[in-house]
Each structure stands twice: as structure tokens, then as C-alpha cells.
């Protein structure tokens, strides 16, 4: 552990800001463990170094600065604003899910104990229902369906297919009583099923979104790309044709300038010549 | 606006704390030509004290609730701050191996930790005492004011100015702190003239 004589040796260099970044995380660690940090020694230290600026000659900024800072200022609100505004719209997504949760412990623990009681035996005579699916069974009493039956008339009797169409139509009543209760019945079952539609739509929405903005993304990215090579691939092809035509056109000249040498130099050669001669003859 | 020019450094502090825009502007008016002068003289490039001086503005938005309006200095919290964040920049840019530039590292490396025993200095206090500062600084010698200056506006290291100044560690540590007791006692002799 660091000695308090060491902090008090340390104070002015931290005041300054010119401590070590050993000496420093050393000072925090001293400071962290609650130990008696000389806060008035380093407090006096820390207002004397902040006076250094004032020695110093004043500029003014420019003006338009303060412009940059407000707009720099927006800009963060806004993403503040959304980040805001996306935590929100996460929070109803997890609050919607819990409510699903709770609700699908309820089931479970409803399905639990049919389950249990039908394993309990085999035998159906002891098997006792609860109270939703005594619900649902009482519609098919006896009273119930026979009032919303038809009478057979004696036609009917004496045709066998009157008979089934009967059995038919008590059938589907049958059924319809029990369609009915479920709709009428205002239980958990019904909730749970719109919720977790209403979520599931949600989400495959959102993924949907999510790729189509993706797709977009990629092929806006790959139609630059393809726009750059294009260019890239043109000014390469124009710079080689220019090398190629500069090439030949410095050969042709180079060329062309070592035939001229060859002629100053025959030139020369004969004239020389030409001269020797007649300088031996005038010797001559 | 006229009223909020009138309020002090820590009213005119607290009240960007609650978000008001107009405090703020006060405050930017008040302080950034001394903000603007000190980064300056860190970073020597005018644009890219420009560049630190907004930055500095927008900490102070985002993280005044940092600060300690009961015990806390708004000048000196103000003043540390931007120096700390020109050294952070400084330092970025000549290449220094230097952590990732994080909330958690803005929070413990550039956001100033101010004694909270401290004087409660306001700007117009300090500009007060700026001849007594500059005279407490002359009658330092040449090399308590040069290093002094590497350490405060050139931000080195007491490792670094020793080995810029081809001198020891304990010694440089000596220097530094004979220099800032020095400016300590004439501060104060020239305060009883």
C-alpha cells in the first residue's frame, strides 16, 4: 500500500497533470480504498495551476465556432432522441413477451393438472373434469340439444336419409354450441393466441423490413462498386493507349533524328575529305 | 438572456445541467475565450483548437451532472478540462500508444477529478488576479517557468521532461514542486501588497 507521504510528494505533478500514469492509477487506487487523500493540499495545488492560462496572451475564437458547437449540440440530441425512442420500442417487445410468459405458465400449469388427472386412472368413470371442460361438455345435455333441434316429422321418418340429415343437423349443432362457447368464452386461451399472433407478425415485419433494407444496402453498395471498377478500368485503358501512342511517336522521332545524324555526318566526312584534298594540292 | 448573463459560473452550470440551451450559450461566451487560448497554445494549429474547443462544449453537456455544483470550482473543473482533452488529442495525433478513446476512459482520464476542498474560484476572480499571476510567475527562475510550462501546456510526463532534460526522475519531481510553491507564495505576498 503506498505510503500517505508519497500522495502528498505526488500532489503537485497531479495538479500540473504531468503525473506518471503508474503514479496516477496509484493515487485513485489510494483514493478508492478510502483512505485520508489531502483533498485542501491538493485543492490549493489545483487552483494555482488552473491561474497558468491566464498568463498567457487572449485569443477570441472565431465567431462561426459557436455555430459548429450548436450544430454539434443537435446532433447529439437527435441520436440521444433515438437511442431514446429504440430502448422504448425494446421495452414494449420485452414487457409483451413477459405478458406472453405469464400467460403460458398459467397454461402450463392448467395443462399440468388435467394431465395429472388423467393419469391417475383409466378408468373413465372416475375421471372428474374441470371447470372449462365442463364448460365445454355442457352444451351437449341433453335439454340444450333438444331444444335446438327440429322435430322429426313422420316424412322424415319414413325416409332414412331424414334420419341422417337429423343426426346430421345435431351433429353440427353439437359442434356449433361448442364453437360458440369457445368464442364466447373469454378465457386466457383466446388472449394468448392473439397476443402471440400480433407478436409474431410484429417480429416477422420487422425482419422483413430488416432484409428488404439489407437487399437494398447491398445492392446500392455493389452498383457503386461496379461504377468505380468502370471508371477505374476506362482510365487505365486511356492511360496505356496514350503510353503506346507516346512510344511510337518518340521512336518515329528518335528514328527520324538518327538519320539525320547519319547525313550531317556523311556530310561532314565528304566535306572533309574535300578539303584534304585540296589542301594537298595547293601544297602540292 | 440578459439575466443569465448576470448569473454566476455555477447557477449558469447548474442550469445546463437541466438542459438549458441559453445557459449554455452564456457559458460558451464567458469562457471560451480563455478555453480557446490555453488549447491553443496545447495544439499550436488554430483549426484544430477549434475542433477541441467544440468537443469540450459538448462534454460539458453531456456530463455536467459530473460535477460537484456544492464543492467543485466551476473555473477550475472548466479550465482542466480542456486542457486535459488538447493533451488527449496531442498525444492521438503524434502517434502515443493511447487506450481506445471510450466513455469509461473520458470519464477517468479527461474528465478532471477536482479536489472537492477546494477555493470556489469564479472566471471573473481569477481575470481579478491575472497581473499578481503573472508577476509570481516572473520571479520564477528560467528553469522553474520552463518546466512548469512542459509540464502543464506541453502535457509531458515527469518521466518525459527528465529525459528531454537529460536529467533524473526525483530531480525533475524536485523541480516541479519548488516551481509550484514558489508561484504559491508569490500569489500570495503580492495578494497582501
Given amino acids: 500500500m503506498i505510503e500517505k507521504q508519497k500522495i502528498k510528494s505526488m500532489l503537485h505533478a497531479n495538479a500540473l497533470g504531468c503525473l506518471d500514469k503508474q503514479d496516477l492509477l496509484e493515487i485513485y487506487q489510494y483514493i478508492d480504498d478510502g483512505l485520508n487523500f489531502p483533498w485542501a493540499e491538493l485543492g490549493k495545488f489545483q487552483t494555482i495551476a488552473s491561474m497558468l492560462p491566464l498568463i498567457l496572451d487572449p485569443e477570441i475564437p472565431d465567431p462561426i465556432l459557436k455555430d459548429n458547437v450548436a450544430v454539434k449540440l443537435k446532433k447529439l440530441s437527435e441520436e440521444l432522441r433515438q437511442k431514446q425512442s429504440e430502448e422504448s420500442s425494446v421495452e414494449q417487445v420485452e414487457t409483451i413477451e413477459q405478458q406472453l410468459e405469464a400467460a403460458s405458465g398459467i397454461l402450463e400449469v392448467k395443462e399440468s393438472e388435467s394431465e395429472i388427472k388423467t393419469q391417475e386412472t383409466f378408468n373413465l368413470d372416475e375421471i372428474t373434469l374441470t371447470e372449462t371442460e365442463q364448460a365445454l361438455v355442457e352444451p351437449i345435455s341433453e335439454d340444450a340439444s333438444r331444444e335446438a333441434l327440429p322435430e322429426v316429422t313422420e316424412e322424415q321418418k319414413e325416409f332414412p336419409e331424414g334420419n341422417k340429415i337429423n343426426s346430421y343437423v345435431k351433429e353440427s349443432r353439437v359442434q356449433k354450441s361448442l364453437v360458440e362457447d369457445v368464442e364466447n368464452d373469454d378465457g386466457i386461451e383466446k388472449q394468448i393466441e392473439i397476443h402471440k399472433k400480433s407478436f409474431t407478425e410484429k417480429i416477422q415485419k420487422a425482419f422483413e423490413q430488416d432484409i428488404d433494407l439489407l437487399k437494398y444496402n447491398f445492392e446500392e453498395s455493389e452498383k457503386k462498386l461496379t461504377k468505380g471498377l468502370l471508371t477505374v478500368y476506362i482510365i487505365i485503358a486511356v492511360l496505356l493507349a496514350l503510353l503506346i501512342f507516346s512510344f511510337f511517336k518518340f521512336s518515329a522521332d528518335i528514328n527520324s533524328l538518327e538519320d539525320e545524324i547519319k547525313q550531317l555526318k556523311k556530310q561532314n566526312s565528304l566535306g572533309l575529305l574535300i578539303f584534304k584534298k585540296d589542301s594537298c594540292s595547293n601544297i602540292s | ?193
Avoid at chain 2, 445541467?17 to 475565450?33: H, I, N, W
Fill in chain 2, 1 to 193: 438572456m440578459s439575466s443569465e448573463t448576470e448569473y454566476k459560473d455555477r447557477d449558469l452550470m447548474q442550469k445546463v445541467t437541466a438542459k438549458d440551451s441559453k445557459a449554455l450559450e452564456v457559458l460558451y461566451d464567458r469562457y471560451s475565450p480563455i478555453l480557446f487560448t490555453l488549447i491553443q497554445k496545447i495544439v499550436g494549429k488554430k483549426s484544430k483548437a477549434e475542433e477541441i474547443l467544440a468537443d469540450v462544449f459538448v462534454i460539458i453537456w453531456k456530463k455536467n451532472d459530473q460535477f460537484d455544483f456544492n464543492s467543485m470550482s466551476v473555473y477550475v473543473w472548466l479550465i482542466s478540462l480542456a486542457r486535459n482533452k488538447a493533451i488527449d488529442a496531442v498525444k492521438r495525433d503524434k502517434g502515443e500508444r493511447m487506450d481506445e478513446y471510450t466513455e469509461e476512459y473520458e470519464n477517468k482520464f479527461v474528465l478532471p477529478q477536482i479536489s472537492k476542498e477546494i477555493e470556489q474560484l469564479e472566471l471573473s476572480d481569477a481575470f481579478d488576479k491575472r497581473d499578481k499571476m503573472y508577476s509570481a510567475m516572473h520571479k520564477l527562475t528560467e528553469a522553474q517557468q520552463y518546466v512548469l510550462s512542459l509540464a502543464y501546456f506541453d502535457g509531458l510526463t515527469e518521466a518525459e521532461i527528465a529525459q528531454k532534460l537529460n536529467i533524473p526522475v526525483p530531480t525533475i519531481k524536485t523541480k516541479i514542486r519548488i516551481a509550484l510553491n514558489s508561484v504559491s507564495d508569490n500569489l500570495a505576498m503580492e495578494e497582501n501588497q
